[in-house]
């Protein structure tokens, strides 16, 4: 993909993020100066984004959205809940849109309409222009585009600073003015710049005495100061306090001190970890070899080889790091959702978020957002109540919906929790002996808090009527996959009439293991990479029958050949070229035959589960990407 | 004069004020592409700048005056900034 527009969908989305932090912010305090100017540059910054891309709607929603931010921010017409509501609409908006432009690769077709509603609600929220700006239709724009320009001239000078622009009339050279002299003449100028009004004439078409230009410049000299320089044009100038957060905010765009790298790459440095893994294990080997015949050399190739032991462990450190990202980007995500969910539904609900600022792996942060948002359909749905029935419960219309991240040793914590009906355990119970999940005579044993766990089971839904919010065929055991397919648990409790809370428990580090997928009697398994030494093809007739067993010569050295096909208990498969694994059997080599090898792959390992604790030679299962789940092979035992 | 056109130069001589305009605009016309000279420039009206940053020709020897230097220099440099004017001596 274009990577202007890559760079645009991840920088656009922070941008919607903060925007919306903000407003979220501004819903309770409307007054809250430091958040007007956050959700304004956040508008600021994303008009200009936009512009970039075939989004010319988006441009105008943005431009009407930044304009109220502007008269809030000047003192001009204070925000209301009104109006935040308004903004907040405005950048779900944008935030559709944007996941538009990822999917379709455009605007859809009604944006044009969307965007003249909005933008028609905004101006009408918005204070009428001031006599003075008639003539200005951006009255402040220029001050956020002067700020931003001039950033790195300003740099780290922190006094406090006034802005000017100075619209000089076409005809003022009539008059005798000379702008530039009287701009120049402003005391402690800082910058200053000189730009066409709308472009610059051709040199064959100007009238060489119309003025063509706007001056505008930061002084860090009083107001008083600035003012009497401009005595004698004071109606073409406008003079306002650079705002404090703004002069910073630009102070450190210019210094970013942190990359932006595409994951392919760090994904690309954690392979090239697991290589070397490889050949460290390589290394280990060859050094017991040559401690063998010769004792001294096989000392010093095991010194080297713990040296780099060591130094692999501390790059795979590091490496792991580097993919830690915050969580916020997805959190921020569901208020949005929570919004559009609930007004489907017709239900009341209050969303808050606490602790968003946890670091995860990237992998954890990836996989979070589809589950949590079935989380929060569900609270929404099966949870909040409808306001009448609320109502008449003694409860606020307005339901509590509060998503709680904390981290807890290497894990991190989220707790879901809504202020709704609660489960209904005689109803869980009936459904879940209904479906099968459960039989009788076990469910009549079965406390509660083990009961309520029964919804995450494959096939398990008391939803009464389908809606399109939670009837997505997507369960709970759907929510329970993703999270154990990570290394997670999740857990649910609830109080008739209280609330339901939904707890995910996930590791901050996805503790991975690289494994090498292999075919063997028409299935697919996989062998983890630290028990394999090498693989080989070699030919049929090179493996030789030795006793009731076969085996081959690998560089002088006889090896062991065991089927893997056979030992699984599947058939043998037939050919003129075996394809090798040669397995690390507790310091012997084995050679399984496989009928072929998949792709190396990343996966959380889990232990195998009670079916298949008594069969031997299988180190776990894992969950591939797509949901299967494969058999993990220990060959150490699989050979025992 | 204070707009003179000498061999392969436009010269900005002393004060230029407001009516040079029309003749450097001409001169500029006449002679794309000649190099302006601001030597001996020691005051440049806003109307001839806008014409130097619209036809931007080839600049030789900034004014030895410092305090047209101070912005002229970095402005007609930039070609309009934003720049951080030189220091103003006294």
Known sequence: ?640 | MSVVVNGDVVRLVGRCRVEDAETLHAALLQHPGLAVDLHDCTSLHTALVQLLLIATPPLRDPPQDAMLARWLVPLLETGGGPFEPGPVSL
């Open chain 1, 1 to 640: 993909m274009d990577e202007l527009l890559d760079q645009f969908l991840i920088e656009g989305r922070e941008l919607v993020a903060d925007a919306q932090s903000h407003l979220a912010a501004l819903t309770a305090d409307p007054s809250d100066a430091a958040h007007i100017d956050g959700a304004f540059r956040a508008f600021h910054t994303l008009k200009g984004s936009v512009g970039l891309f075939d989004m010319a709607p988006a441009g105008r929603v943005l431009h009407a959205g930044e304009d109220l931010l502007e008269q809030a921010r000047a003192g001009r017409h204070p925000l209301d809940g009104g109006r935040v509501a308004m903004l907040i609409e405005t950048i779900d908006q944008i935030d559709r849109w944007i996941e538009a432009i990822e999917s379709i690769g455009r605007l859809p077709d009604d944006a044009g309409g969307i965007a003249a509603t909005l933008v028609a609600q905004l101006d009408r929220t918005a204070a009428p222009a001031e006599p003075a700006a008639v003539d200005e239709p951006e009255p402040t724009a220029w001050l956020q585009d002067l700020v931003d320009s001039t950033a790195a001239i300003i740099g780290a000078d922190e006094r406090p600073m006034l802005a000017f622009r100075y619209r000089p009339d076409a005809q003022c050279f009539f008059r005798g003015d000379d702008p530039l002299r009287i701009a120049t003449a402003v005391p402690d100028l800082v910058a200053l710049r000189v730009m066409p009004r709308h472009h610059w004439p051709a040199l064959d078409e100007i009238a060489p005495f119309e003025c063509h230009l706007v001056v505008e410049g930061i002084s860090a000299a009083d107001a008083d100061a600035v003012r009497s320089a401009f005595l004698t044009v004071g109606d073409e100038v406008a003079i306002v306090p650079v705002p404090r957060r703004v002069q910073e905010a630009g102070a450190t765009n210019g210094n970013a001190r942190s990359l932006r790298i595409d994951e392919h790459r760090i994904d690309a440095l954690a392979d090239d970890v697991g290589e070397l893994t490889l050949v460290g294990n390589a290394l280990a080997h060859l050094s017991a070899d040559a401690g063998r015949l010769d004792g001294e050399l096989g000392a010093r190739l095991r010194q080297v080889q713990a040296a780099f032991e060591r130094n692999l462990a501390s790059l795979h450190r590091n490496v792991t790091a580097v993919r830690m990202v915050s969580l916020a980007p997805t959190l921020r995500r569901l208020p949005r959702m929570v919004r559009e969910i609930a007004a489907e539904l017709g239900r009341a609900v209050s969303f808050t978020i606490e602790g968003e600022r946890s670091e995860v792996d990237k992998a954890i942060a990836d996989m979070l957002f589809e589950p949590l948002l079935h989380l929060v359909r569900n609270a929404i749905d099966h949870g909040v109540e409808a306001p009448e029935i609320r109502r008449a419960a003694g409860k606020p219309e307005q339901g509590a919906v509060t998503l709680s991240v904390r981290r807890d040793g290497e894990n991190v914590m989220l707790d879901l929790s809504d202020d709704g009906a609660g489960m209904d355990a005689d109803r869980i119970r009936a459904a879940a002996i209904d479906r099968g999940v459960i039989d009788a005579a076990t469910a009549d044993g079965v406390d509660n808090v083990a009961l309520f766990q029964l919804v995450f089971a494959p096939g398990f839904s008391t939803a009464r009527s389908v809606t399109s919010v939670s009837g997505r065929g997507v369960g709970m055991d759907a929510v329970k996959t993703a999270v154990e397919a990570v290394g997670g648990t999740v857990s649910i409790a609830s109080e008739r009439g209280r609330g339901t809370t939904t707890t995910l428990r996930l590791p901050l580090s996805a503790i991975t293991t690289r494994l090498l997928l292999v075919r063997a009697g028409g299935s697919c398994y996989a062998v983890p990479f630290n028990a394999i030494l090498e693989t080989a093809i070699i030919a049929t007739d090179a493996i030789v029958p030795i006793g009731a067993g076969q085996a081959f010569v690998l560089r002088d050295r006889t090896v062991p050949v065991i089927d893997l096909a056979a030992v699984l208990g599947a058939q043998a498969g037939a050919a003129d070229r075996h394809r090798l694994l040669v397995v690390d059997t507790r310091g012997d080599r084995v050679a399984l035959i496989v009928d072929g090898f998949g792709a190396p792959i990343e996966a959380m390992v889990r232990p195998p589960a009670k079916l298949l604790a008594g069969f031997p030679g299988i180190g776990g299962t894992t969950v591939l990407g797509d949901g299967q789940v494969l058999l993990v092979l220990d060959p150490a035992k699989l050979v025992a």
